[in-house]
């Protein structure tokens, strides 16, 4: 702290003692099949529904709300 002239009220001003923030809670989940595997509507499909709609079924079956 000396080499660089702070002192405890600067670090303390600047909230580096303040606890840390909780993390967000997880996405809700959208999807789910029957075995419980189930996918929140982010980023790519999971395989299982990539597969699932591959063989025929919709995307909507799985929807849950």
């Known amino acids: 702290m000396a080499d660089y002239g ?5 670090l303390k001003a600047a909230g580096c003692f303040d606890p840390p923030q ?5 996405p809700p989940v959208c999807y789910r099949n029957a075995q419980g595997m189930s996918w929140d509507g982010q980023g ?12 025929g079924q919709s995307v909507e079956f799985f ?3």
Do not use: Q, S
């Not at 702070?6 to 600067?10: A, I, S, V």
């Not at 909780?22 to 997880?26: F, L, Y």
């Open 22 to 26: 909780p993390p967000p809670p997880p």
């Open 6 to 10: 702070l002192t405890m009220e600067e």
């Open 63 to 65: 929807w849950i709300g």
């Open 44 to 55: 790519e499909k999971p395989d299982w529904l990539r597969r699932a709609v591959n063989a």
